[in-house]
């Protein structure tokens, strides 16, 4: 079984509709990220956790929200959708330098 | 600011010759650390290689190495002997190593490399 899942793994809404996306880890770790990748772009930092207390915006957080309901599983919200939210999602945990990614979910908001 | 400039787009190399996919880097942190990552067309990143900067010696893991040049500011990968599974989308990226509770781990990405092997 994968260390790091997400759900869905494709989805496609529509603009003004509420999303949310999941990340599940097994490895136990109490760092966890999402990040959201544009064709022909690096990764950007949407949001961050260090614990179920600790919630920090990363470097693109407007338009997003993210819920911490335990150590393993870190939830990303988009509450009203817009199409420049289009993108691959990526979660990932962390227990000291390196990380280790989910599957990615491909989102597209028409 | 922290930043990682990837300025090869694309890339070709013919299978079984080695390749260098070139990274710089910019950061005012005392203590860091690079890694690349490999993006098939699946989508999944994948782990390749990790280089702290305090490390004395290149790190080296199978066909992969890093080439750091810490003075220089680069840490470029190589991969030798490509194989044809190669192919994909290679990605730089770094993140300030610090003890205690100010070690973010947050990664910051280069723009990333196509990488296309010839058979």
């Known amino acids: 079984d994968a260390d790091v899942t997400q759900t869905p793994r494709n989805r496609i809404t529509k603009t003004g509709k509420r999303i949310m996306l999941e990340c599940s880890q097994t490895?136990?770790?109490?760092?966890m990220y999402w990040y959201r990748q544009d064709p022909g772009l690096g990764l950007r930092l949407i949001y961050y956790?260090?614990?179920?207390?600790?919630?920090n915006k990363g470097e693109i957080s407007d338009g997003y929200s993210v819920s911490r309901q335990a150590q393993a599983k870190f939830s990303l919200s988009l509450e009203s959708a817009i199409p420049n939210q289009t993108a691959l999602y990526f979660c990932?945990?962390?227990?000291?330098?390196?990380?280790?990614f989910g599957p990615g979910t491909r989102l597209t908001v028409l | 600011a922290q930043k990682i400039t990837q300025t090869q787009p694309g890339m070709f190399v013919q299978e079984k010759e080695a390749v260098t996919l070139d990274c710089t880097y910019d950061?005012?942190?005392?203590?860091?650390?690079l890694f690349w990552y490999k993006q098939p067309s699946s989508g999944e990143m994948i782990f390749l290689i990790y280089?702290?900067?305090?490390?004395?010696q290149n790190a080296t893991e199978g066909r992969y190495s890093l080439n750091f040049q810490k003075a220089r500011k680069s840490a470029n990968l190589v991969i030798s002997a490509s194989q044809l599974g190669d192919s994909a989308m290679y990605f730089c990226?770094?993140?300030?190593?610090?003890?205690?509770?100010?070690?973010?781990?947050?990664?910051?990405f280069g723009q990333g490399t196509t990488l296309q092997v010839k058979p």
């Open positions: 956790s260090f614990d179920v207390k600790d919630i």
């Open positions: 950061t005012s942190d005392p203590s860091y650390g």
């Open positions: 990932a945990t962390s227990d000291s330098v390196e990380q280790f």
């Open positions: 280089q702290g900067s305090y490390d004395q």
């Open positions: 490895k136990g770790h109490d760092r």
């Open positions: 990226a770094m993140t300030p190593v610090s003890h205690g509770s100010s070690n973010t781990g947050k990664l910051i």
